[in-house]
Every structure is written in structure tokens, then in C-alpha cells.
């Protein structure tokens, strides 16, 4: 499981939100068996999804994260839904040739990709989903999603996500901060300082020998030193949405014509699972039931 915090600083002038986030990534990795650069590029982007997870206020609500990039990766995708539960998905999440420069804890441009468009999709229970895009300019999705979360919130808002290859595991971590409205200078000064500051103790973590406690431990500790307040803490898994009923609906969605073909084929089919790589399967006798219910 991981850990998400909602804090606030003392003269509520900004806004906090952790997400420590290594279970999810040893998740992902142990299901879908990735590259090294798809486990730290994908661990990225569940950690800013898990970051968003305050703004979920129903078990029906749900967050979608979309990066399509020039990069080799292709697609990627998370899902955050039912309040805690957390999904990745990279397209090509098998290509191992820039993992010996992931293993150096460095990012590259050709897997990650500098241009592209990042769609975030909010659907809250309102009669539309919100929709935000922006354009990608960086193969730093941390620029990316401030950026993103600095034009879409309307005020300052610095982000940063890592993913560190340890010896033989993950230290995942990320964090947004947000200066909230009639800031002062002295307030975006400050601003400035935690946002490098968090940075920069993860750095000390990995260094020194904190090896008794824990990051999640280490980083409290610091809260409390700077009296910044814990305000909610949360709890996500990292678990696939997908369903018998959800497999059907995409075959109800394929329509009459390619649902008569299958039948014609007169096999069952397997479908597997993008997200976690189960296979589903469906017998011909299956399939005409499902044709039955398009015809109605
Ligand atoms: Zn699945």
C-alpha cells in the first residue's frame, strides 16, 4: 500500500500533498514484469495520479493520466479509482535499452520523449468529465506536470516525482505544493525553499544511513520540525479495474458486424487485460448471448 498526505503550513498559505508511493511500483513491477525505464517512468506517473486522489469524493468517481509523447515508451496511462485503488499501463513497456541509464538513476529523452500532449481526465460525477490538457516540453514529468497543475490550478504549484533504483528495491516518492490564494512575497519565497528542500532530503536519505527509519518516517519528522501540519492521510493499492462485466462492454461496443465474424470464426476468443494482463475468454455461445443483447 501506499501513503498520501494532505498537510498544510502554519500561515495556510500553501498546501501539501506526499505520496510515498514504493509498494506501487513493486506492484506494477511484479504484474507486468517491465523494463527498468517503463518501472521508473510508469512509477512516476501513478505516484502524481495518487497525488490527486483528495479530489476523489465517491466510490464512482475516477482519474485518469494520459501521456502520449515522442518517446519510444508510447502511451501511458494511470487510473485512479474507487477512492483508493491505482492502475498503469505503458505501451511498450518492454524495451530494456535505456535501462542501464535508468539503473544510474537518470532519465532519457529518447524513451521518455520532450514533445507530446498530457491529458488529465477528472470524472467526479458531474453530468461531464472535466478534461485539462497541455503540451509536454520536457522529459522531466515533474516540469511537466507543474506546468500542467500551474495553468490548470491557476496558481504556483511545483511538483516533483522520482523513482530510485535501490540495491534490491524501490524508493518511490512525490509531492505537489500549491501556494494558496493572497500569498505574499514572503510566502512565495518560502514556496521556493520547500519546494527545493523536499528534493533535496530525498537525495539525503539515499545517502546517509537512515536505514531505521523509514522515508515515510524521515520526511514526517521533517513536517513536524517546519510545524507543517498533516491534514488527512490516505491509503492506495495498486490493483486492475477490469472486470467480466467490462470485458462484455467492449465486446457489446465491437457492434453486430465484428461479433458475427467471430462467430463465423466459429473459436473462442481471449482477451487479455492491458493493465495487469489477465486473460478473459469467451466461448461462441458467450459471444451470441452478448449479440442478443445488442439486438434488444
Ligand atoms: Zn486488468
Redesign the pocket.
Known amino acids: 500500500m501506499a501513503k498520501i498526505l494532505r498537510c498544510i503550513d502554519e500561515c495556510k498559505s500553501m498546501r501539501f500533498f506526499f505520496a510515498f508511493t514504493d509498494d506501487l511500483v513493486k506492484d506494477f513491477n511484479k504484474l507486468q514484469k517491465p523494463s527498468v525505464a517503463t518501472t521508473v517512468e510508469m512509477g512516476k506517473v501513478l505516484t502524481m495520479n495518487a497525488l490527486l486522489y483528495s479530489d476523489l469524493n465517491t466510490k464512482d468517481d475516477s482519474i485518469d493520466i494520459k501521456l502520449k509523447t515522442n518517446g519510444k515508451c508510447g502511451l501511458i496511462i494511470s487510473k485512479l479509482y474507487n477512492e483508493s485503488f491505482i492502475t498503469g499501463y505503458l505501451e511498450n513497456k518492454d524495451i530494456t535499452e535505456y535501462d542501464k541509464i535508468y539503473k544510474n538513476n537518470e532519465t532519457s529523452k529518447d524513451f521518455i520523449g520532450d514533445s507530446g500532449i498530457l491529458v488529465i481526465t477528472k470524472d467526479l460525477g458531474l453530468k461531464n468529465p472535466y478534461i485539462g490538457k497541455t503540451n509536454i516540453t520536457s522529459k522531466n514529468l515533474s516540469e511537466d506536470f507543474s506546468n500542467y497543475f500551474s495553468s490548470s490550478n491557476q496558481t504556483n504549484t511545483s511538483v516533483f516525482l522520482d523513482v530510485k533504483i535501490l540495491k534490491d528495491s524501490f524508493l518511490s516518492f512525490g509531492y505537489m505544493i500549491e501556494l494558496l490564494p493572497d500569498y505574499t512575497k514572503k510566502d512565495i519565497s518560502q514556496f521556493k525553499i520547500y519546494s527545493d528542500m523536499f528534493k533535496e532530503e530525498l537525495e539525503n536519505y539515499i545517502k546517509g544511513d537512515f536505514k531505521e527509519n523509514s522515508f515515510y518516517d524521515y520526511i514526517s519528522s521533517i513536517l513536524k520540525i517546519f510545524k507543517i501540519k498533516v491534514t488527512e492521510e490516505k491509503i492506495i493499492h495498486y490493483k486492475?479495474s477490469?472486470s467480466d462485466e467490462k470485458i462484455d462492454n467492449m465486446l457489446l461496443n465491437l457492434g453486430k458486424k465484428e461479433l458475427d465474424d467471430i462467430i463465423k470464426e466459429g473459436k473462442e476468443i481471449e482477451i487479455s487485460?492491458n493493465?495487469?494482463s489477465?486473460k478473459y475468454k469467451r466461448s461462441i455461445e458467450e459471444i451470441k448471448n452478448i449479440l442478443k443483447k445488442l439486438k434488444k
Do not use: I
Request: proline share 0%; aromatic share 16%.
Open positions: 486492475c477490469c487485460c493493465f495487469c489477465k
